[in-house]
């Protein structure tokens, strides 16, 4: 045991610290999600204006995540972590002190826009930190940390409300957890290159990474427009649910506490299978994870209305977040062997824009169906996420198949057709 403990430190060691940052932020962010639509229109936000303060965030996250991304790298990525960090941590607090419509879309805009310096920052360092054939995993274990926070979130969410009799100590906690997050990054992560190591050109120039495996010359490639697509159907469910769920599930007569629960059980499959799926493509190849995976999210909202009972609600969240855990390191994993050398985070920043565009216009269009049916949120997100599945797939074909192969390292050239896929 001891000696795997070792192999594990040796193996993860040197982004462990990012990773119990990511589910530092994800505590606090799980412990605000459930409260916010009721925050909201407890305090004079109607059902059509709560999309639109929901939309804020990822609104500007849509401006900022290319603009940070492309910046990240060009500048040292740490310095812009912890910014990102502290300005969102301040941002999370503000809807205590001005309240109102106006108010909550302006500090929702400008802690999306905090995040975005940090997120694109995050995730291209985890693509340079590791070598290609244990970039899902990497990716499985950072789903884990958010989904193992969004778990814990509600909960220390619930206790902290209920010793203290003040459901907004929630708004503390978010804070609190991203300054806490900052410290953790200013302390324990070190300044990474913006090239992971061993990235390279063949004799003929081509881009190769670590394991002799070709990478794209250009951002303009077709299997980063495939991620693009199979990202925003993901998003899109974000969106939606995050404006409806709670709404929803109060409708059927769910009190805070099941609403809690229903969070806590869609996040159970992330946090334990995560890792475990991101082993797995790095072994099998990541294909038949990321179309399953996706399809799973879609059916999963076309069924959600057609089971009105709260504990099947749950049930089915089961079934949606091993899908969750299937996708989301299959399509991280789909991005960086998508991104051109020494230009990880702009790629990241481009999906990062890809999936809020999803997320907006899902919140806007989920407040206004929800306004006249809390059925037809559901029905929509499903429908659009298996549409995007589909248009990624006519994209990539057989060049998605192959990129999502194992990385084994290879000693011989890269085949033409292998050069071709981008």
Request: charged letters at 10%; a neutral charge; one cysteine or more.
């Amino acid at each position: 045991m001891t000696d795997r403990v070792r192999a594990w430190a040796a193996q993860w060691g040197p982004i462990a610290p990012l990773l119990l940052a990511e589910l530092v932020i994800w505590v606090g962010f799980g412990a605000l999600l459930p409260i916010l639509p009721i925050y909201f229109t407890e305090h004079g936000v109607d059902i059509r204006t709560l999309g639109l303060v929901v939309a804020a965030w990822p609104a500007a996250r849509l401006v900022g995540e290319p603009l940070f991304g492309w910046l990240a790298d060009r500048v040292n990525r740490r310095p812009m972590m912890i910014v990102g960090l502290l300005l969102a941590g301040v941002f999370a607090v503000l809807p205590l002190f001005a309240v109102g419509p106006a108010a909550f879309i302006v500090f929702r805009a400008l802690s999306g826009f905090a995040a975005a310096m940090y997120d694109p920052a995050a995730r291209g360092y985890l693509v340079d930190a590791n070598p290609p054939e244990r970039q899902g995993e990497a990716f499985g274990i950072y789903g884990s940390a958010q989904t193992g926070g969004f778990m814990l979130g509600p909960a220390i969410g619930g206790v902290a409300a209920a010793l203290t009799g003040q459901p907004t100590v929630v708004f503390w906690i978010a804070g609190i957890t991203l300054i806490l997050s900052a410290i953790l990054v200013a302390w324990r992560v070190p300044e990474l290159s913006h090239v992971a190591a061993g990235d390279t050109a063949d004799g003929a120039g081509q881009p190769v990474d670590a394991a002799g495996w070709p990478r794209p010359a250009r951002l303009r490639n077709l299997l980063l427009l495939a991620a693009v697509f199979f990202t925003v159907g993901n998003y899109f469910a974000g969106g939606s649910y995050e404006v409806v769920w709670s709404l929803y599930l109060t409708s059927l007569g769910a009190n805070l506490d099941v609403i809690g629960l229903s969070f806590f059980t869609f996040g159970l499959p992330p946090l334990l299978l995560s890792a475990f799926f991101g082993r797995f493509i790095d072994r099998e190849g990541g294909f038949l994870a990321l179309v399953v995976g996706v399809a799973g999210i879609g059916i999963s909202g076309l069924l959600y209305p057609l089971v009105p009972a709260v504990w099947w609600m749950i049930v089915l969240g089961l079934f949606e977040g091993t899908a969750f855990a299937m996708a989301v390191p299959a399509i991280f994993l789909l991005v960086a062997r998508s991104s051109p050398v020494g230009r990880s985070s702009t790629a990241q920043g481009i999906i990062g824009a890809s999936g809020t565009t999803g997320t907006i216009v899902a919140s806007i269009l989920a407040g206004t169906l929800a306004a006249t049916d809390l059925r037809l949120p559901f029905w929509t997100t499903g429908t659009v996420t298996l549409i995007c599945l589909a248009i990624g797939l006519l994209l990539g074909r057989r060049r998605l198949y192959d990129a999502m192969q194992p990385r084994r390292r290879r000693t011989s050239a890269p085949s033409p057709a292998s050069e071709a896929a981008f």
